[in-house]
T-cell receptor, first 109, second 112 residues
Framework: TQLLEQSPQFLSIQEGENLTVYCNSS?????LQWYRQEPGEGPVLLVT?????EVKKLKRLTFQFGDARKDSSLHITAAQTGDTGLYLC?????????FGAGTRLTVKP | SQTIHQWPATLVQPVGSPLSLECTVE??????LYWYRQAAGRGLQLLFY??????ISSEVPQNLSASRPQDRQFILSSKKLLLSDSGFYLC???????????FGSGTRLTVV
């Protein structure tokens, strides 16, 4: 079983602050995905990273895939209240995908 | 463009009653279809997946079942609900795991 551990579990910050959340595993993944989920809705795919060491930027969000393809981080610059939500990472392994438990981010105005 | 529809959005059912949740996908053919359950503070638990009509794989033994009567239709059922079946149920489709999932908007099931 490929376990994905996300940290921190909860994060509450003020608007304008920067933050980083982490997704770690002892398993190697062929790709890793990040999703954001708002209350009462399904998760929405933000990005897929495939290559070890890959960095992808989506506006204020920066995603990095570890060199060994076992871990990933999501960095948000100048957080906004609209960034509030549950951030889930998911790793694609041997023909399956496993999700972490998520980081619940609250951005206060 | 592809869309996924899931209903109902919320459901309150008594213990022992049957369940039927439906999911349909539009705009694609032969999608891989998934049912997940999400409990508070925990990750998404894969319940069933299907790579084609009539092909169902179960990940977790339980009193739930799934069926795929048509290419773009996926149904989650139970004959008798348990209290422990309460949760947030999500349907998803993908063309390939590496392309990620598109999730439906979910069904909040409360068994009372």
């Amino acid at each position: 079983t490929q376990l994905l551990e996300q940290s921190p579990q909860f994060l509450s910050i003020q608007e304008g602050e920067n933050l980083t959340v982490y997704c770690n595993s002892s398993s190697v993944f062929s790709s890793l995905q990040w999703y954001r989920q708002e209350p009462g809705e399904g998760p929405v795919l933000l990005v897929t990273v495939v290559t070890g060491g890959e960095v992808k930027k989506l506006k204020r969000l920066t995603f990095q895939f570890g060199d060994a393809r076992k871990d990933s981080s999501l960095h948000i610059t100048a957080a906004q209240t609209g960034d509030t939500g549950l951030y889930l990472c998911a790793g694609v392994g041997n023909n399956d995908m496993r999700f972490g438990a998520g980081t619940r981010l609250t951005v206060k105005p | 463009s592809q869309t996924i529809h899931q209903w109902p959005a919320t459901l309150v059912q008594p213990v022992g009653s049957p369940l039927s949740l439906e999911c349909t996908v539009e705009g694609t053919s032969n999608p891989n279809l998934y049912w997940y359950r999400q409990a508070a503070g925990r990750g998404l638990q894969l319940l069933f997946y299907s790579v084609g009509i009539g092909q169902i794989s179960s990940e977790v033994p339980q009193n739930l079942s799934a069926s795929r009567p048509q290419d773009r239709q996926f149904i989650l059922s139970s004959k008798k609900l348990l209290l422990s079946d309460s949760g947030f149920y999500l349907c998803a489709w993908s063309a390939s795991l590496n392309y990620g999932y598109t999730f439906g908007s979910g069904t909040r099931l409360t068994v009372v």
